[in-house]
């Protein structure tokens, strides 16, 4: 039998592996399938050709049955090359995959540790407001307090337990799968790097349609009349593309255009990277102008309390009670806005 802590640490362990687990299981898929297309492509690249069939060399001359096989040497090139073009595929397909999650979830996942913070902070809070109650419901029955000193204490702990539960919501509301633990700038130029390496192992293969190296053996025997025994045969044939050069040009530029398209296209990892650079800096201005609003209340409220420090009179005392249940609160919002400020200062100088 696990202990509670124990069956605890055990299923947040198994969520924390089935997202990497299905992450793992999506990559293993799709280069399984790009590498059974190019294993097809591959046999049939690299295996002969066979034909068979009836010619006439010349008129007048008897017919014959010509059977052979045919294997081009650029297709054997190409072969091995259409694997390597899978793996700079399968390659490619994880750092693009490995970065759009981290640029998708990168909110959320700072937005998921800000929420278990606040949670941290609602429960110190909690505490200390239930403190205030128990001395202001001890004052109450010695009637040395009023209901309505209790009922303030009371209104606010109600509030900090609709905070706790909206927050709670909002946690479980939120799906972050399993992120990389390298900087996301090193994730981005990982997916540039395999994508060049990819878009060149392509330009690699188009180049073997240049040129090629036919050889050709076989048998002729002649039909009718059969005088003649079956004859062996080979034929070596050579061709080329005139404009293979200027293909070759064009095809060294494709890597780089494709670079260049890569940096500007709306929905890549490129340029979502931008947008969430900038989303990251509005987040943190609008978390500092909240933290300065804040901390002006919470000063002014410190200065109140002082001023009530040791309350001697019940009006006193209730006073002193509404201003440290109000700072209890203010005291959540600062650490919350302080905390995320951090976090968003952090993850920016870590990842760009």
Sequence with gaps: MLCKPCKFVFAAALLLAAPRLARAQDDKAYCSYVSEQ?????????????????????????????????????????????????????????????AQLDIQYALPSLEKEALLNRLTLIERASQSLDALIDQTSRMLEAQNATRLMLFTLQTTKIKLDADRADTRAKLNAIYVPALSDQPLKALVAQKQSSEDGEQRALAKLARQNNWDVFLTVGVHQQVNPVNYGAQPYGEVSITYNLAGRSIDKHLDRTADAHDQWKKVQENDVVRQMQVLHQQLLDSAAAQQAKLESVQKESNQIEKDLQLVSAPDTSAAFDFHNQLAATQLLLQIETADASFRIERLRDYLAKNY
């Design 38 to 98: 190019a294993l097809a492509q591959r046999n049939l690249l690299r295996t002969p050709t066979a034909t068979a069939g009836f010619t006439q060399p010349e008129t007048g001359l008897p017919m014959q049955l010509v059977a052979g096989a045919t294997l081009g040497l650029s297709n054997v090139k190409k072969a091995s090359l259409t694997m390597d073009v899978a793996r700079k595929d399968c390659e490619a397909y994880k750092a693009m995959t490995g």
